[in-house]
């Protein structure tokens, strides 16, 4: 095994990874967000043109992305939050890091249908 | 220090000038200056309150952006129909409410600064030339200023009778 300088951390490590890749990308998306609803100022027929792409089924897929991206921030935050608050938080972040991934994968199930229903509607027909 | 860094049982491979060489007396490891060492440049209190300022304000703002953003989520692509209802009629449902118009004005504010600060910090961490780190920043402290501004302007502009 030749000796590698890069640093591979465990579960911590690609957490953070995580937290910082689905920051960055919602940021992105943010700094769109704000220039799209701006068209409410332009006409009410600018604003729906473009809103009617967000209803695409490419961009549903998008869309369940982001949910995901967010839903890990926001639980993972919360998880980094009570390491560096809670005395005990330090010892139990790896318990804290698999109950994350475990309310993540129920709430990305329960959004299938929400979020995803209409794409597969207008794909195959109602 | 163990002088010998090439021992293959270490599961330690061969450090960069390192083979064949045992630093001692008539060797001397290259000398490695401390991160935090002062110098004549070192202002004379390093301890400014900005970054901690900062750290807290990630946390505080993150615990608000919880019930703000998934609660926004949960309005425009779950309940009543999910993305199908959006259009200009139902934002301008939405912004003659005032709570609604203070959701997102808050909403739009908090994201923006702890995602901005964020980005500050990834940025630090990667843009090494000073040259590049400084316009990298410059970008977006101008993007965020931007976004905020544009953002606000548009919830307190707004109007239903535009046509
Ligand atoms: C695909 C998912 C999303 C949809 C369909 C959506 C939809 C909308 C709509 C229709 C509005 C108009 C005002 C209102 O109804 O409240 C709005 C405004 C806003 N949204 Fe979203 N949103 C989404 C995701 C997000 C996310 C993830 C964030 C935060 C990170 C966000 C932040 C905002 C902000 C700050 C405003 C106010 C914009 C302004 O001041 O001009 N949205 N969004
Ligand atoms: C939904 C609730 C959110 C929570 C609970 C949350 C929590 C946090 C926390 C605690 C940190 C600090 C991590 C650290 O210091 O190691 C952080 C970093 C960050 N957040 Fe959030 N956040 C949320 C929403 C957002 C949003 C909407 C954005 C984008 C606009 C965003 C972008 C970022 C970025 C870019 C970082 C820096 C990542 C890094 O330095 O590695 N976050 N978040």
């Known amino acids: 095994m030749p000796a590698g300088t890069l640093y591979r951390g465990r579960e911590g490590m690609w957490s953070w ?5 689905t920051g960055v990308l919602i940021f992105f998306f943010l700094f769109v967000h704000v220039l799209d609803t701006a068209l409410v100022r332009v006409s009410p027929e600018a604003y729906d043109k473009v809103v009617a792409t ?20 926001a639980l993972n935050g919360l998880r980094v939050i009570a390491v560096d ?6 010892r139990y972040q790896k318990q804290m890091l698999w109950t994350v991934m475990g309310i993540w994968v129920v709430l990305m199930v329960g959004a299938l249908y929400p979020v995803l229903g209409h794409a597969v509607r207008e794909l195959f027909g109602s | 220090m163990s002088a010998d860094t090439t021992t293959a049982t270490s599961g330690i491979g061969p450090v960069e000038g390192g083979a064949g060489t045992a630093y001692g007396v008539d060797n001397p490891a290259p ?16 301890r400014g309150n900005f970054e901690m300022a ?25 309940l009543d129909g999910g ?14 409410s005032p709570f609604w118009q203070i959701w997102d004005l808050l909403m739009l504010w908090l ?14 961490d ?27 302007l548009v919830i307190f502009t707004f109007d239903p009778n535009i046509r």
Do not use: C
């Not at chain 1, 967000?54 to 921030?73: D, M, N, Q, R, S």
């Not at chain 2, 209802?85 to 912004?95: D, L, M, N, Q």
């Not at chain 2, 780190?133 to 410059?138: D, N, Q, T």
């Open chain 2, 31 to 46: 000398v490695i200056e401390a991160p935090r060492k002062r110098t004549a440049k070192t202002p004379r209190s390093t």
């Open chain 1, 17 to 21: 990874v995580a937290h910082r890749v």
């Open chain 2, 83 to 96: 993305v199908s209802k959006i259009g200009f009629a139902f934002v301008a449902g939405r912004w003659a």
């Open chain 2, 111 to 124: 994201a923006m600064l702890h995602g901005g600060n964020g980005l500050r910090t990834v940025i630090n």
């Open chain 2, 126 to 152: 990667y843009a090494e030339r000073d040259t590049t780190r400084f316009w990298l920043k410059m970008l977006l402290y101008t993007a965020t200023v931007f976004t905020v501004l544009l953002g606000t």
């Open chain 1, 85 to 90: 608050f809670w005395s005990k938080g330090p």
């Open chain 2, 54 to 78: 900062a750290w807290l304000f990630m946390r505080l703002s993150g615990i608000v952006l919880v019930v703000l953003v998934l609660g926004h989520l949960l309005i425009q692509l779950v």
């Open chain 1, 54 to 73: 967000y209803k695409t089924p490419i961009v549903a897929l998008l869309e369940y992305g982001l949910v995901a991206a967010i839903l890990f921030h």
